[in-house]
């Protein structure tokens, strides 16, 4: 058996076979940024990749200060000027960037920085500017492709989430020369129409295929429109000047359209939640008011003449009932002792007593047989007037007046037709 090498070993020799080549002690390497992450210890860690082939880079905080001077982004081509050698823990080769520089379509990106910087000074990309997207619009316009993912996407998410929202498409021209003025056409048209929102848009691509919303015509035209405009250009990771100078910018066109157009299903559940809930507080509401208005019909009734007439009146039929019982039990204790009083006069009072009691009953017959009540069984009438004073003299009445006569029976109502003086009889 041959001599066996531990994993260690064989890895730093692998390493010490790429630090002793001079080809890949200092090289350049061409390829597009993928993967970026900025570290929390300052390095960089990214990936130089190309059309079937890619490898793992790594920029170190002492070589940033003189070797990059922009930030690196997914989707630049650029130039790495390093070495490559082999990381003896993991046993993985990679680029050690001591310079890193835009090359080729990095001059896209030049421009670009130049161009979002400029407008930015202009006041294009402040917030206060930003226009509030609608909550239920009626009308979605859409710049973009009348062919392709991005359309397709857009009218899937709107039959999902609100067929009744009518869109309005402007097929652009989304790529290659010219596409930017379609864009821009496309906006002003739509701008003009009255839309409630539009979105501008299409799939993700590499910077050339989206350098028409990196255009400065795209961006003052979106600027410039009075209908609030979503954006949704290429991939969550990409950002256009178009995404900026938008009232909103969303990740892709579909995400646009989500954005755009309410959920119709969540609204109608908001409503009837609201509905819900608006009952309870009417039927809560009513129940109060009904028990305040009983509250105040037992207040009012307690007030009311009607009531304290009734309890006047039972208090007095219980006043009544009192002192009818107190009497009673008077006239029974006075009937008694009259009763024992008698039973203890001598005869002689009680013969004195019983001819006296006959001559007051004598006279109590007299008296009465003189009263007017009495005569009223004798033909004798008494005369009232409305007022229901006696009527004792002619003067005291004239014809067409209202008189009653009361007999013992009943009462008679009359009208004077004539009045007959003594002397005229």
């Not at 990679?94 to 920085?113: C, R, S, T």
């Not at 009837?272 to 009012?300: C, F, G, N, P, T």
């Not at 009083?341 to 047989?369: C, T, W």
């Not at 008494?382 to 013992?408: F, M, W």
Request: charged share 25%; with cysteine.
């Amino acid at each position: 058996m041959g001599t066996i090498y531990s994993v260690s070993q064989v890895n730093k020799y692998i390493r010490t076979m790429f630090d002793n080549d001079l080809f890949l002690r200092k090289i350049e390497v061409r390829g597009e940024i993928s993967n970026v992450k900025y570290h929390t210890s300052g390095h960089i860690y990214f990936t130089l990749k190309e059309e079937g082939s890619s490898i793992a880079a790594v920029m170190f905080r002492s070589a940033r200060m003189s070797g990059l001077d922009f930030t690196l982004e997914n989707g630049q081509s650029v130039v790495v000027t390093g070495s490559i050698s082999s990381y003896e823990r993991d046993g993985r080769y990679q680029v050690y960037a001591k310079q890193i520089v835009l090359d080729g379509q990095g001059n896209l990106y030049e421009a670009y920085e130049l161009l979002k910087q400029k407008l930015y000074e202009e006041g294009l990309f402040d917030f206060e500017h930003k226009k509030e997207i609608p909550q239920f619009p009626q009308k979605v316009g859409i710049v973009t492709a009348s062919t392709g993912a991005a359309i397709q996407d857009i009218r899937n998410v709107a039959r999902r989430r609100n067929p009744y929202v009518q869109l309005y498409l402007y097929p652009a021209k989304v790529q290659g020369d010219g596409a930017a003025a379609t864009i821009v056409k496309g906006i002003q048209t739509l701008d003009a129409m009255g839309m409630d929102t539009i979105i501008i848009g299409r799939g993700g691509g590499s910077i050339e295929d989206l350098w028409p919303f990196n255009e400065e015509i795209v961006a003052r035209a979106i600027y410039d429109a009075k209908t609030p405009i979503i954006s949704g250009t290429g991939h969550e990771i990409d950002n256009t000047i178009a995404d900026y100078a938008a009232d909103l910018r969303a990740p892709t066109p579909s995400a646009a359209c989500e954005l755009a157009i309410p959920d119709i299903m969540v609204r109608v559940s908001q409503v009837r939640q609201y509905a819900d809930v608006l009952q309870q507080l009417m039927d809560s509401k009513i129940q109060r008011v009904h028990l305040y208005l009983q509250k105040l019909e037992a207040k009012l009734d307690t007030a009311s003449p009607r009531m304290r007439l009734r309890n006047q009146n039972i208090y007095m039929d219980s006043l009544a009932d009192r002192m009818s019982a107190v009497l009673t039990k008077r006239y029974q204790e006075a009937l008694h002792r009259y009763d024992r009083m008698i039973d203890r006069m001598p005869s002689a009072f009680i013969r004195q007593y019983n001819a006296r009691q006959h001559k007051f009953e004598v006279l109590l017959a007299k008296l009465d047989g003189l009263s007017p009540t009495a005569k009223l069984t004798g033909g004798y009438g008494y005369i009232e007037n409305e007022e229901g004073s006696p009527v004792a003299s002619i003067q005291t009445v004239r014809p067409k007046d209202k008189i009653s006569v009361i007999l013992q029976d009943g009462r008679i109502h009359a009208t004077v037709t004539k009045i007959t003086d003594k002397s005229e009889e």
